[in-house]
């Protein structure tokens, strides 16, 4: 019976696989995602930051596309910026490409985003360009078929990586914003696995509904929606939901080690995920495609899919409804068994503690054996950095998890009845229930249900077993039954967010706590089970465990296939003539040691003002470059200390990164970019920032840009443009050994980048 559990664990994990392929001979109508794949391998034919030359060429492949399609595309050129997250700014000249089909409609629309942008480390193949490429061939399929009744927006948004720039300018500016009623965005963290519905906009009810009914093969939970609310991650469709509408968010996520790096190629692309997303792109246009969009908004709703086959939902209230009647039920059991004698008070409190005693047992040798595991496979696996045997590793850990916390619990039985342990950690499973229900109800489903199934096991027992009669087998099938359902639920979204967070002390321990849970679920197996064999359930586990880790270790060596990620950047301070070599990472390697001589750490206050990191950097030979401007070209001085400057910034060598650090001397009031405000609320308002104000511009025009500052100081107001290049300068004083095949560029936004910096007052 402990071996069907396992199997339906390893089915729940096996399920999440994403669909076959359909291939390119597939009906028009279809997605097809080798078609799809024709578009990603010249999308993602390198890495296409905003402002670079393949970046321009990626655009120009998109409108080439659409217009081939019968579509009439635009791109829409603006000053976009983003106030959400604060400061430092972020803005930056975006370059929208926007198309629109027409519906038999009144014109209302769905939006379907992706972002053509990628980072400097990397192809983007999945980030973004699977979600550019499931467009186009969506615009496909949909042209293919017959018309739909709301228009479809088609939006490849610009500047997505460097603050979600396009869709705040689309957003703001564009004409066709005001004409949308549900977004779709396409993303992706990592290079495959299936397409999760993690995220949907606020009052989401209706939108889960349509969503239940329409995807195929759908892999979604409330759960992902609650977790994702406290991570402080971004996409565009944070951009549009701010703006008040209805949206859902989808991703693949598994081999995040691809994620931002040179390994996101369009080779690495599960064509599966691709097909799983593009399925979702198009059952889900049309069946909002000919949908009612007036009212999009309704109580926000519980969910999760069974196996990929079903979306089961209800609403918050059936939710505290069904808490309130499994509470009645857990009380009437053990009211009936204290009747009985099969219960006491004293056995369930004892058995309550010891639930306890095994999560945090669990969790300590959970954490004991990740903190060796850093010892043994270097500094990243312990700081959540690259673990490219993060499966092994979570599998290693869960199975430790499992054993310590079924050790406890099977050593409990020696004082405590297989009733009252089973009672006492049901207890623990309706308290987290009262709490989900109370502080996170989107997961309220995960305790519920795995609730309900372990009070019928519970029952069962107390009617088909006395204590002192021989176990019939019989008397397990129910318990076992009731093991399976909560399985079939809670392994996959233990899975899901252990791949979807980085591999972190806090991942682990919360990987062991899910398993002390489910081992409390197999507590009348682990009771009932005969005394000569009564260790062995714990004894396989931490069998398993042990290879598992070896595993791990043996495997997380850096070659070709597993490279490890360094950054290097040069800076040159124009001011005084010096260059710097640096790094972000914590300590030089054997490549970047050819430039990092000196052995040095010092902060680099002429490249980052506000920055108090200590930076491992060497001198450099200076090399000539030309170092931004900023000109004056207009001040005023008002009675009551107040001072306007209209200042112009330009990168003289064409820099697409422009960063402008104003040391004000007094409060800043305001300010803005090109006309844009760049400062939160409107001067005037109490709204100011004590002396610094910092703005961070992507792909600035070559004649520059006008930046607005008002402050009250009688201070000189004292600015230091750095501008940023992608590309290490051709020389400087090193001769540079190219990167070995182990090594890659790792994600920073000055990975690979000369800086020049001057400072100025007025």
């Not at 060429?57 to 603006?78: F, H, K, N, T, W």
């Not at 043994?376 to 959540?384: H, M, N, Q, V, Y």
């Not at 002396?691 to 201070?715: C, D, R």
Request: hydrophobic share 50%; proline share 6%.
């Amino acid at each position: 019976m402990l071996l069907c559990v396992a199997a339906f664990a390893f089915l729940a994990v096996y399920r999440l696989s994403p669909p076959s392929v359909v291939p390119a001979s597939a009906p028009p109508a279809e997605f097809s995602a080798e078609r799809a794949m024709k578009h990603l391998s010249v999308i993602a034919d390198g890495p296409r930051p905003i402002g670079s030359s393949n970046h321009a060429e990626a655009r120009d492949y998109i409108l080439s596309e659409l217009g081939a399609m019968g579509l009439s595309p635009e791109v829409q050129e603006a000053t976009a910026v983003n106030l959400a997250w604060g400061l430092p700014f972020h803005a930056g000249t975006v370059r929208n490409v926007v198309a629109r089909l027409r519906g038999t409609g009144d014109g209302k629309a769905i939006l379907l985003v992706g972002h053509y942008d990628s980072v400097s480390s990397g192809p983007g193949a999945s980030d973004d360009g699977s979600g550019v490429a499931l467009i186009l061939e969506t615009v496909r399929a949909l042209k293919a078929a017959p018309a739909l009744k709301n228009d479809v927006i088609f939006l490849l948004s610009d500047g997505e990586e460097v603050g979600l720039l396009g869709a705040q300018a689309f957003v703001a500016e564009h004409p066709w914003a005001k004409d949308v009623k549900l977004v779709m965005n396409f993303e992706a963290r990592g290079s495959g696995g299936p397409a999760i519905m993690f995220e949907t906009s606020e009052q989401n009810g209706w939108l889960i509904r349509e969503f239940g009914r329409a995807a195929p093969r759908p892999v979604a939970n409330s759960m992902a929606y609650e977790v994702y609310r406290m991570l402080p991650n971004d996409t565009d469709l944070s951009v549009f939901k701010a703006a008040g509408l209805a949206g859902l968010n989808f991703a693949y996520i598994e081999n995040p080690t691809h994620y931002h790096t040179r390994l996101d190629n369009a080779e690495n692309v599960d064509r599966r995920s691709l097909q799983h997303g593009g399925s979702y792109a198009t059952a889900l246009t049309r069946g909002f495609g000919n949908s009612d969009l007036t009212n999009t908004k309704e109580d926000d709703a519980v969910y999760f899919d069974v196996l990929g086959l079903t979306l089961v939902r209800y609403t918050r209230i059936v939710a505290v409804a069904l808490t309130l009647l499994l509470a009645l039920l857990f009380a009437g059991a053990v009211v009936y068994g204290l009747r009985r004698s099969q219960l006491s008070l004293s056995g369930m409190l004892l058995a309550f503690l010891s639930f306890l005693v095994s999560a945090a047992c669990a969790s300590a040798a959970v954490a004991l054996v990740w903190w060796v595991i850093g010892k043994l496979d270097g500094a990243e696996a312990s700081t959540g950095g690259v673990v490219y045997s993060s499966n092994l590793y979570v599998g290693g850990l869960a199975a430790l998890g499992f054993a310590v916390a079924s050790a406890v619990l099977i050593w409990s039985g020696r004082k405590v009845s297989v009733l009252n342990l089973t009672a006492g950690v049901l207890l623990w499973w309706l308290l987290l229930l009262l709490l989900t229900n109370f502080f996170l109800p989107g997961v309220s489903y995960l305790f519920a249900w795995p609730l309900a199934f372990g009070l019928v096991g519970l029952a069962a027992l107390m009617f088909a077993w006395r204590a002192g009669e021989a176990v019939a087998p019989k008397v397990l099938v129910v318990p076992t039954a009731a093991s399976v359902l909560s399985i079939l639920l809670l392994v996959p979204a233990a899975y899901l967010v252990a791949t979807a967070l980085p591999l972190g002390l806090y991942t682990v321990i919360g990987v062991a706590l899910v398993l002390t849970l489910i081992a409390g679920l197999l507590v009348p197996h682990l009771g009932l089970v005969g005394t000569k064999y009564k260790w062995l359930p714990p004894a396989v586990a931490l069998a398993l465990c042990l290879t598992l880790v070896a595993a791990g270790v043996l495997t997380s060596g850096y070659d070709h296939e597993q490279p490890k990620p360094n950054t290097i950047f040069f800076g040159l301070d124009a001011d005084t003539g010096k260059a710097v070599w640096a790094t972000n990472d914590a300590r030089p390697d054997e490549w970047t040691s050819q430039f990092l001589r000196d052995g040095a750490q010092a902060q680099l206050k002429e490249f980052f003002p506000l920055s108090r990191r200590q930076y491992p950097q060497s001198q450099a030979a200076a090399v000539p470059l030309s170092a931004p401007e900023v000109s004056l070209l207009n001040a005023e001085q008002t009675g009551d200390g107040v001072k306007t400057l209209n200042l112009r910034v330009t990168s003289t060598r064409q820099a697409p990164m422009l960063s402008v650090y104003v040391d004000a001397g007094g409060d800043v009031l305001g300010a803005s970019v090109n006309g844009k405000r760049v400062a939160g609320p409107v001067p005037g308002d109490g709204s100011q920032f004590k002396n610094q104000w910092v703005l961070f511009y992507f792909a600035p025009p070559a004649e520059g840009i006008n930046i607005t500052l008002t402050t009250k100081t009688s201070q000189p107001v004292k600015i230091r443009a750095v501008d940023a290049t992608y590309g290490l300068p051709a020389s400087a004083g090193v001769t540079v050994t190219p990167r070995p095949p182990d090594k890659m560029p790792g994600y920073h936004r000055y990975s690979d980048a000369t800086l020049a910096s001057r400072s100025f007052t007025f």
